[in-house]
């Protein structure tokens, strides 16, 4: 018996009314945020999202399973503090990204982070022969990508534009006001090959849910969909590989970039499997990072959400069994 398809839904058309006022709210709100010190910001962006953590109890609950299948060993009150300040990093991304151009510059940068491992990949990046990096849903991944920009090099980051159009526009203005060019993630794939041609440096939020169609690795203990275009540009350019983070010294308007590993076309050239090898060693770099203080990582984000094809059926069988 043939099922109907399933009809995908229309996206719901906005009100462009509605997104002004949301807007509108948003400026008054940074009106309101730039009349105090950054450090008081900073903690009543923790007290949010200490609220956020009481009250948002779906978001709460997938935290928590993801930090109780990533950390078995772990007992709760564990787990539930380190997830109450995951939700805290992420309101505070937020306020970090409205100050950085207000605080940040190219004479003062060290005043506010300090980076580790980093000469290397300066170098790489200057020879202009095209680099990736990435990072992940952890620290603060922004202000990387905008110091870069500050300083002159050809950076570009892939991202998913907002809905709100009006928001969007003022986000990517602050995102690059110093010279970090931003690419819609729905358009990116145009553009990719010709920018790593011309050996920019591209940065990407590597840990992103691919879908069923992605490359499935090992991420803290589960398999992880993973996109393929990362590997496959580090494959066809000879791209090499650059993992880094961004962690916050907490309450602080204060960073640590670290490098964590740097990965290079001679390691994957004899690999039978070169692209499932470079998305499993990009996402244990990244995992390796995040250990050093999981309290950064957004355990809100729904990394595991596509399940592996093996996993889907034996779930299927499973249900009919019961039916």
């Not at 300090?114 to 300066?122: G, M, S, T």
Request: charged share 30%; proline share 4%.
């Amino acid at each position: 018996m043939a099922f109907p398809k399933k009809r995908k839904k229309k996206k719901k058309q906005r009100n462009p009314v509605l997104d002004w006022l949301g807007y509108a709210l948003m400026r008054v709100a940074l009106f309101i945020l730039f009349l105090f010190p950054v450090r008081w910001c900073l903690r009543f962006g923790c007290f949010l999202g200490n609220l956020m953590w009481k009250h948002y109890h779906r978001g709460r609950k997938r935290a928590m399973d993801n930090l109780r299948a990533s950390f078995p060993d772990k007992d709760d009150a564990w787990l539930a503090e380190t997830g109450r300040k995951s939700f805290q990093h992420i309101v505070m991304l937020t306020i970090d990204l409205m100050f950085s151009p207000r605080l940040v510059r190219k004479d003062n940068w060290r005043d506010y982070a300090r980076v580790i491992n980093f000469e290397r990949p300066k170098w790489l990046m200057q020879e202009g022969k095209g680099l990736l990096m990435l990072t992940g849903h952890y620290g603060n991944f922004e202000i990387m990508g905008y110091v870069l920009g500050l300083f002159g090099f050809s950076v570009y980051s892939i991202a998913r534009p907002l809905d709100n159009l009006f928001i969007n526009k003022y986000l990517y203005g602050v995102r690059e006001k110093n010279g970090q060019k931003i690419i819609d993630k729905k358009g990116a794939a145009d553009h990719m090959a010709d920018l790593a041609e011309e050996g920019a440096t591209l940065c990407f939020i590597a840990d992103q849910d691919a879908g069923k169609k992605g490359v499935f690795v090992d991420f803290f203990g589960r398999k992880a969909s993973s996109y393929k275009s990362i590997g496959l540009l580090a494959y066809q350019y000879n791209m090499p590989i650059v993992v880094a983070t961004c962690r916050q010294t907490p309450g602080e308007f204060f960073f640590e970039a670290e490098i964590g590993r740097i990965i290079t076309p001679n390691e994957w050239a004899d690999k039978d499997q070169p692209l499932k090898w470079i998305t499993q060693e990009y996402n244990t770099a990244l995992e390796d990072l995040i250990c050093k203080d999981p309290t950064q990582y957004w355990w809100l984000h729904r990394r595991w959400k596509t399940r592996p094809k093996e996993e889907r059926q034996a779930s299927d069988s499973r249900q009919k069994l019961k039916n």
